[in-house]
């Protein structure tokens, strides 16, 4: 059984793509330096984001906060990135948490969400996750000036779907798929653009 699950697992992980979608960013200075490998352990804070069902390994209530600024120009706008998460540690009913995320030019347009998280453990070496998102654009005064019909406060709101499995003590795999359900755009309204994550994380005291 095991066997047969590895393998559908790594046929999983050859399909997967990820992409550039709504809010798409990296949270905290280890996913940073794990890439989306990140998926797979999800064991802090920051499994808000990348992996809720994550949020079942953590044994105590947890806060973060990042703030980065990816372009800083000496005139003009500048492009941020801000996080802040609250999770509440594994109990007897699952886990839960919430999110707080915006990323985008401070002067003209912004994507912010706004996501309540919910893990739970289906038996000790599978687990699955849940976001419930608000999916906000939000377009600054100064942005209004520009005459695009784009540049319009927009909001949606979308899920998140994860699991996690626990293959042995030093081997996970897990997957996330973003954005269901989600759609924004005034002239054509369309689905916000999904991304699916899985990956295999081996590793020992990381």
């Not at 699950?5 to 940073?32: E, Y």
């Not at 377009?139 to 699991?163: I, K």
Request: include cysteine; proline fraction near 5%.
């Amino acid at each position: 059984m095991r066997r047969w699950l590895v393998a559908v697992l790594c046929f999983v992980l050859g399909a997967a793509c990820a992409r550039a979608d709504f809010n798409d960013i990296i949270t905290g200075a280890r996913p940073a330096g794990m890439g989306n490998a990140f998926v797979a352990l999800a064991d802090d804070v920051n499994a808000l984001y990348w992996n809720p069902a994550g949020l079942t390994l953590q044994k105590h209530m947890e806060l973060g906060f990042m703030h980065a600024d990816e372009l800083t120009p000496t005139s003009g706008p500048s492009i941020g990135t801000d996080f802040l998460g609250w999770t509440s540690g594994h109990g007897p009913f699952g886990a839960t948490g919430i999110a707080f995320l915006r990323q985008g030019l401070s002067d003209i347009q912004q994507e912010r969400t706004l996501s309540l998280s919910y893990g739970y453990a289906l038996t000790p070496f599978t687990r699955v996750g849940l976001n419930l998102k608000s999916m906000a654009v939000v377009v600054s005064p100064q942005g209004r000036f520009f005459p695009d019909p784009a540049l319009q406060d927009d909001s949606t709101q979308g899920l998140d779907l994860s699991f996690l499995h626990v293959i042995t003590p030093d081997l996970r795999v897990g997957g996330l798929a973003r954005n269901f359900l989600a759609r924004l755009g005034h002239v054509d309204r369309q689905d916000v653009g999904r991304s699916y994550r899985s990956r295999i994380f081996l590793a020992k005291n990381i």
